[in-house]
Each structure stands twice: as structure tokens, then as C-alpha cells.
């Protein structure tokens, strides 16, 4: 069945980078949008960012515009998000999300999610 | 401050019918197609609904979506204790060029 698995998260200092990692299987991963979406502890949800099934588009969120790039590499199923200058403020669950095509931003795969901590 | 306006809180017994809201403006609910989706405590959210009233397979027919104009709703009827969590409604800002997320409604089942 189609599923997405998010490592990479931990504990890391503020002004330090880290890389996450979304492995996808069981579904056309190529054909999918995909988004990163992260939950800050006991708050709501908020989207970080989504790249375009070719990998040609993507767009961020202000508040992390300019410190975190996504990519993905279609030939390994895998999508990626790239934090630099990490802030307090960015500490949450980490989640992976597949949007298929024509879904109107509907993400209908989401993994379990990884957490990352920036001390303040 | 989200951009798209819930009710932090819905209650309702079981069997009741609940209905939540979720408000936004011209350059995201009043042009784009709007999703829900709930999530359990120390789970991943999952899709209810999706282009403002589709339900994905596997999705009962209890929930339902609508939208109007600026502002769309998510119904639920026969309310179960298994409905208990948080909803979440979403769609695209044109404006900001962003996927923007409602604070999320808390539904308890009394």
C-alpha cells in the first residue's frame, strides 16, 4: 500500500542545518506533488512547502523562505527538505505529504512524521 | 493568526449532527477548491474530504463537505466517539502562493 517514512529529524542547535528525508513506496511517487507540512508541539498545522511531480516549481512558506530548500529525486522515490540557520521557532513534527495529480493541493498520503528540536 | 478562520472547539453526542466552519477570503476559499482533514493526538492527519465535497475511498458517507462563496463546512452526522480529534480545512492562496491551513476545530463527543 502506498506509504511515505520521514527521517532525519533530532536535536540540533540553533543557527545549525539539518536534512529530512520522505522515502515513498506502493504509489506513482513521480506523478505526485509533494508537500511538507510540520506541527509545532501542541499547535496546529503548517504548511512549509511543495514541490511540482517534475521538480521544476516549488514554493515556501515565508517563514522559512530563504534557510530551507526542497528537492526530491524521483529516481529514488525519495523527497527531501534542507533546513539551514535553524531557529527555536522551528521546532515540530516534521511531515511528508503526497498531493496526486489534479487533487486541488489535497494530500492524500501523509507519513508517520519526524521530529525536530532547536533548543532556544 | 491562520488565514483561514475555524471555531477552536465543536462538541456534539452520539448520533448528533456537527457542523464546522471554515472561513477564508477571495484569493483562497473563494477561488480554490477546499480539503479536510482530521487528525488523532500524536498521529498523522488523514484526508476526509477533498475539491470541497469528494469523499477518498474508505471515507464514510457521515462526513460531508460544502462550500459558498468565501467559506465552506464540514458536516458530520451520526456523531461516533471515534470522531473525537482535531479538523483541519486547507486550500491554496493565490495571493501568498501558499497552501494555507485553517487553526483546526477540537470535536469532542460528550
Known amino acids: 500500500q502506498a506509504q511515505l517514512v520521514e527521517s532525519g529529524g533530532g536535536v540540533v542547535q540553533p543557527g545549525t542545518s539539518l536534512r529530512l528525508s520522505c522515502a515513498a513506496s506502493g504509489f506513482s511517487f513521480r506523478t505526485y506533488a509533494m508537500h511538507w507540512v510540520r506541527q509545532p508541539p501542541g499547535k496546529g498545522l503548517e504548511w512549509v512547502g511543495f514541490m511540482w511531480s517534475d521538480g521544476r516549481t516549488v514554493y515556501y512558506a515565508d517563514s522559512v523562505k530563504g534557510r530551507f530548500t526542497i528537492s526530491r529525486d524521483n529516481s529514488k522515490s525519495t523527497f527531501y527538505l534542507q533546513m539551514n540557520s535553524l531557529r527555536a521557532e522551528d521546532t515540530a513534527v516534521y511531515y511528508c505529504?503526497?498531493?496526486?495529480?489534479?487533487?486541488?493541493?489535497?494530500?492524500?498520503?501523509w507519513g508517520q512524521g519526524t521530529t525536530v528540536t532547536v533548543p532556544s | 493568526q491562520s488565514v483561514l478562520t475555524q471555531p477552536p472547539s465543536a462538541s456534539g453526542t452520539p448520533g448528533q449532527r456537527v457542523t464546522i466552519s471554515c472561513s477564508g477570503s477571495s484569493s483562497n476559499i473563494g477561488s480554490e477548491t477546499v480539503n479536510w482533514y482530521h487528525q488523532l493526538p500524536g498521529t498523522a492527519p488523514k484526508i476526509l474530504v477533498y475539491?470541497?465535497?469528494q469523499r477518498p475511498s474508505g471515507v464514510p458517507d457521515r462526513f460531508s463537505g460544502s462550500k459558498s462563496a468565501t467559506s465552506a463546512s464540514l458536516a458530520i452526522s451520526g456523531l461516533q466517539s471515534e470522531d473525537e480529534g482535531n479538523y483541519y480545512c486547507s486550500t491554496w492562496d493565490g495571493s501568498l502562493n501558499a497552501v494555507v491551513f485553517g487553526g483546526g476545530t477540537k470535536l469532542t463527543v460528550l
Open positions: 475539491g470541497n465535497n
Open positions: 505529504g503526497g498531493d496526486p495529480p489534479s487533487s486541488g493541493y489535497a494530500l492524500d498520503i
